[in-house]
C-alpha cells in the first residue's frame, strides 16, 4: 500500500477511480485483463507524491486517448489493448509498483512501472499526451529525503489557485481578460461545486441571449436597455462555460458542437432581434443587419482558412511574423492589436452599450465601420504574411481549402476539364463578373443569370488544380462573401416584402453549415459528407438558384422562394449536423488557443 500518511488513495477516488492493489507487472496485466473493457484505467506508482490536480491533468482529461506525468498513467478504451500488451511484455524488475492505484510499502529501488508502461504506449504508435504541469507537482521520490523534500513541494504550492487561474485561456482579448474573466472564473467553480455541466451553461448563455434578443425586438427604449444588459450577461455565461469546462475538464462531443455553433446563433439572433426592434420603430434595417452577418461570417472564414492552410506548412516563416513576434514583447501593443481586430468581448460588449443608449441603426452602422476596418487590417496582415514567406503546404491543408470552397456538382464538373493555376484570381473574378451585373442591372434582368453562370465555370476552374498556393487561402472567404453579397443584393433590390427577412434567414443557414464545416475539419473528421454538399448545391448552385428565382418570381414569389430554400438547406444541415456531433466518432474539438472569435 502507499507509505503511511500517503493520501494517494483518496485523491484517486475523489476523482472518479474504483483503486485496487496490484502487486507487480503480472498481476498489473491479470488486473487490466480483468476490468470492463469500455472503462478508462489509470496506473499510478505507489510511491507518488504531487498535487491533486496534476492528477487530474493526466488522469481525467477526456480529449487523449492516453496520458502520462511521472508516476501515472492512464488510458481511454482505445489504447487499453497496447497498454496490456506492454504490461504483458515487462518483466520482474517492477515486482513493486502497482495498477491504478497502489501496492506494498515503499521500495525506493524499484522502476517506476507507469513511466515504462507510458513508453510502450509510444512505442505501439498510441499518442500519449503530457501536459504542462507548471508550478504543480508529480514525482516518485527515490528515497525518504526526496520524498520530503517533494511532499514540502507539494505544501508550497496551491493548487486550487493553480486550478482556477488554468481555468482562464492564456490568450484572450483585452474586455474579457480585465472586464468578465477576474469573477467568470469563481463563477466557475460555484457552477462545478453544485454539479453543473458546461453544456448547461452554454444552455443558459443561448436562452439568455435570445431573451435579449426578444428584449431588442420590443422597440422600446427600455427593451433595448435590459437587451444590453442581458447580452452582457449572456457573455459571461459564455465565458464561464468553457472556463467550467477547464476548470472541472467536463470535454465532450455535444459541448464541442454546442460552443462551435451558440456563439454564432446568439450574436445573429441578437441582429435579427434589434432588426425587428426597429421596424416596430418604422425604420427598416434588415439591409444592415443581413450585411453585419455577412461581414462577420466572412471575416471568420478568413481566419479559418489561414489557419488551416499554414498550421502543418513546412518552411513556415516570414519577415511579418517576426515583426509580429517582436511587437509582442512590447507589452501594450499585445492588447492594442488584440482590440483593433474587434473580437467577441469588445463586439459584443459595443453593441450592449449602443443598444442601450442609441438606435438600432447606429448599432449596426459602427458595428459594419468597426468590422470592416479589423477585416481590413487582418486580411492584409495576413496578405503580407503569406507573400513574404516560403512555406510549402500539405495535401492535408489543400483538401481542407477546397472542403472550405464548398464545391457544388457544377464545380465539380468544370473542374474536371482542365486543370488552371491562379485559384485566387479566377475567384475573384468570378465574383466581380457577378456582382456587377447585380448591382448595375435592374432587379430581376436576364443579364444577371448570365454572370451567374460564368461564376459557377469560374468557381470550378478556381479550384481545379490543388490550392497550395501562397495566396488560395483566400478562395473560400471569396466565395463566401460572393454567396452572401449576391443573396444580400438581390434581396435588397427586390422590393419584394419580406425579402431582406428571408434572406437573412438563407444566409444564416448556410453560414451554419459553413461553420459546421469548419469545426468538423478543426476536430480532424474531415468535412460534412459529399453527398450533403451536392444535395444543398454548393456555393455556385445556389447563387444560380437564387438569381433564377429572382428572375423568375417578383414581389412575393421571391420571397416565398428564399423562404423555402432557406427551410430546405436549414433542414438538410441541421439533422445531418446534429446526427454527427452527437455520435461517438465526433470529436471532443474545443477552443484552447485563445484566438479571438
Same mark, same amino acid.
Request: glycine content about 10%; aromatic content about 6%; hydrophobic content about 50%.
Given at each position: 500500500m502507499p507509505p503511511v500518511g500517503s493520501s494517494l488513495e483518496a485523491d484517486l477516488r475523489s476523482l472518479g477511480f474504483d483503486v485496487?492493489?496490484?502487486?507487480?507487472?503480472?498481476?498489473?496485466?491479470?488486473?487490466?485483463?480483468?476490468?470492463?473493457?469500455?472503462?478508462?484505467?489509470?496506473?499510478?506508482?505507489?510511491?507518488?507524491?504531487?498535487?491533486?490536480?496534476?492528477?487530474?491533468?493526466?488522469?481525467?482529461?477526456?480529449?487523449?486517448?492516453?496520458?502520462?506525468?511521472?508516476?501515472?498513467?492512464?488510458?481511454?478504451?482505445?489504447?487499453?489493448?497496447a497498454l496490456l500488451r506492454a504490461a504483458s511484455a515487462l518483466d520482474g524488475r517492477y515486482a513493486?509498483?502497482?495498477?491504478?492505484?497502489?501496492?506494498?510499502?515503499?521500495?525506493?529501488?524499484?522502476?517506476?512501472?507507469?513511466?515504462?508502461?507510458?513508453?510502450?504506449?509510444?512505442?505501439?504508435?498510441?499518442?500519449?499526451?503530457?501536459?504542462?504541469?507548471?508550478?504543480?507537482?508529480?514525482?516518485?521520490?527515490?528515497?525518504?529525503?526526496?520524498?520530503?523534500?517533494?511532499?514540502a513541494a507539494v505544501a508550497a504550492t496551491d493548487d486550487e489557485a493553480v486550478r482556477l487561474r488554468s481555468a482562464v485561456k492564456s490568450r484572450d482579448g483585452f474586455f474579457t481578460t480585465f472586464c468578465i474573466s477576474p469573477y467568470s472564473r469563481y463563477i466557475a467553480r460555484w457552477c462545478a461545486r453544485r454539479g453543473f455541466t458546461p453544456n448547461q451553461v452554454t444552455t443558459a448563455s443561448l436562452l439568455t441571449a435570445l431573451i435579449a434578443a426578444a428584449c431588442a425586438a420590443t422597440g422600446t427604449r427600455p427593451g433595448f436597455v435590459a437587451a444590453g444588459l442581458l447580452l452582457i450577461a449572456s457573455f459571461v455565461l459564455d465565458c464561464t462555460d468553457g472556463q467550467l469546462a477547464r476548470y472541472s475538464l467536463q470535454y465532450s462531443t455535444l459541448g464541442a458542437w454546442l460552443d462551435a455553433t451558440f456563439d454564432r446563433a446568439k450574436e445573429y439572433a441578437y441582429y435579427?432581434?434589434?432588426?425587428?426592434?426597429?421596424?416596430?420603430?418604422?425604420?427598416?434595417?434588415?439591409?444592415?443587419?443581413?450585411?453585419? =452577418?455577412?461581414?462577420?461570417?466572412?471575416?471568420?472564414?478568413?481566419?479559418?482558412?489561414?489557419?488551416?492552410?499554414?498550421?502543418?506548412?513546412?518552411?513556415?516563416?516570414?519577415?511579418?511574423?517576426?515583426?509580429?513576434?517582436?511587437?509582442?514583447?512590447?507589452?501594450?501593443?499585445?492588447?492594442?492589436?488584440? =482590440?483593433?481586430?474587434?473580437?467577441?468581448?469588445?463586439? &459584443?460588449?459595443l453593441i450592449a452599450v449602443l443598444t442601450a443608449l442609441t438606435t438600432p441603426r447606429i448599432v449596426f452602422v459602427v458595428l459594419l465601420i468597426g468590422c470592416a476596418l479589423a477585416a481590413c487590417y487582418t486580411t492584409a496582415g495576413r496578405v503580407l504574411r503569406s507573400v513574404t514567406r516560403r512555406a510549402r503546404r500539405t495535401d492535408r491543408a489543400a483538401q481542407a481549402l477546397y472542403d472550405l470552397a464548398d464545391s457544388g456538382p457544377i464545380a465539380e464538373a468544370v473542374s474536371r476539364l482542365t486543370r488552371v493555376k491562379g485559384a485566387p484570381v479566377l475567384a475573384l473574378a468570378g465574383t466581380v463578373l457577378l456582382l456587377v451585373p447585380l448591382w448595375w442591372q435592374p432587379a430581376g434582368s436576364r443579364l444577371t443569370l448570365i454572370g451567374a453562370a460564368v461564376y459557377a465555370v469560374f468557381a470550378g476552374l478556381a479550384v481545379a488544380a490543388p490550392l497550395k498556393?501562397?495566396?488560395?487561402?483566400?478562395?473560400?472567404?471569396?466565395?463566401?462573401?460572393?454567396?452572401?453579397?449576391?443573396?444580400?443584393?438581390?434581396?435588397?433590390?427586390?422590393?419584394?416584402?419580406?425579402?431582406?427577412?428571408?434572406?437573412?434567414?438563407?444566409?444564416?443557414? @448556410?453560414?451554419?453549415?459553413?461553420?459546421?464545416?469548419?469545426?468538423?475539419?478543426?476536430?480532424?473528421?474531415?468535412?460534412?459528407?459529399? &453527398?450533403? @454538399?451536392?444535395?444543398?448545391?454548393?456555393?455556385?448552385?445556389?447563387?444560380?438558384?437564387?438569381?433564377?428565382?429572382?428572375?423568375? &418570381?417578383?414581389?412575393?414569389?421571391?420571397?416565398?422562394?428564399?423562404?423555402?430554400?432557406?427551410?430546405?438547406?436549414?433542414?438538410?444541415?441541421?439533422?445531418?449536423?446534429?446526427?454527427?456531433? @452527437?455520435?461517438?466518432?465526433?470529436?471532443?474539438?474545443?477552443?484552447?488557443?485563445?484566438?479571438?472569435?
Open positions: 485496487r492493489v496490484a502487486d507487480g507487472a503480472a498481476a498489473v496485466a491479470a488486473t487490466l485483463a480483468a476490468l470492463p473493457t469500455g472503462d478508462r484505467v489509470a496506473l499510478v506508482d505507489h510511491r507518488f507524491v504531487g498535487h491533486v490536480h496534476s492528477l487530474r491533468l493526466a488522469l481525467t482529461d477526456p480529449r487523449f486517448p492516453a496520458a502520462a506525468v511521472h508516476g501515472a498513467v492512464t488510458a481511454r478504451p482505445e489504447a487499453r489493448p513493486d509498483a502497482l495498477v491504478g492505484a497502489q501496492p506494498a510499502a515503499p521500495s525506493w529501488s524499484v522502476p517506476v512501472l507507469p513511466d515504462a508502461l507510458a513508453a510502450g504506449l509510444e512505442a505501439e504508435g498510441i499518442a500519449v499526451h503530457r501536459p504542462d504541469l507548471g508550478v504543480l507537482v508529480a514525482d516518485v521520490p527515490a528515497d525518504g529525503p526526496a520524498r520530503t523534500r517533494a511532499q435579427a432581434g434589434l432588426a425587428l426592434g426597429a421596424a416596430r420603430g418604422g425604420d427598416d434595417v434588415w439591409a444592415l443587419a443581413l450585411g453585419a =452577418m455577412v461581414l462577420q461570417t466572412c471575416r471568420h472564414v478568413v481566419d479559418f482558412s489561414f489557419n488551416e492552410a499554414n498550421h502543418d506548412a513546412t518552411a513556415n516563416t516570414s519577415p511579418t511574423a517576426a515583426l509580429s513576434g517582436r511587437l509582442d514583447s512590447v507589452g501594450w501593443t499585445v492588447w492594442a492589436r488584440r =482590440m483593433i481586430i474587434l473580437p467577441i468581448g469588445e463586439r &459584443w460588449a498556393g501562397p495566396l488560395d487561402w483566400l478562395v473560400p472567404p471569396v466565395f463566401r462573401a460572393a454567396e452572401y453579397v449576391t443573396i444580400l443584393a438581390l434581396a435588397a433590390r427586390s422590393d419584394a416584402p419580406g425579402a431582406l427577412p428571408a434572406a437573412f434567414g438563407l444566409v444564416a443557414a @448556410v453560414a451554419y453549415h459553413h461553420y459546421d464545416t469548419v469545426y468538423r475539419i478543426r476536430g480532424g473528421t474531415g468535412a460534412p459528407p459529399h &453527398w450533403l @454538399v451536392r444535395m444543398i448545391g454548393g456555393h455556385e448552385g445556389r447563387v444560380l438558384a437564387v438569381t433564377v428565382a429572382a428572375v423568375l &418570381w417578383q414581389g412575393r414569389g421571391f420571397t416565398i422562394a428564399l423562404t423555402a430554400l432557406a427551410a430546405a438547406i436549414a433542414l438538410a444541415v441541421l439533422i445531418e449536423s446534429v446526427r454527427f456531433w @452527437v455520435s461517438a466518432g465526433a470529436p471532443a474539438v474545443h477552443d484552447e488557443t485563445g484566438e479571438p472569435a
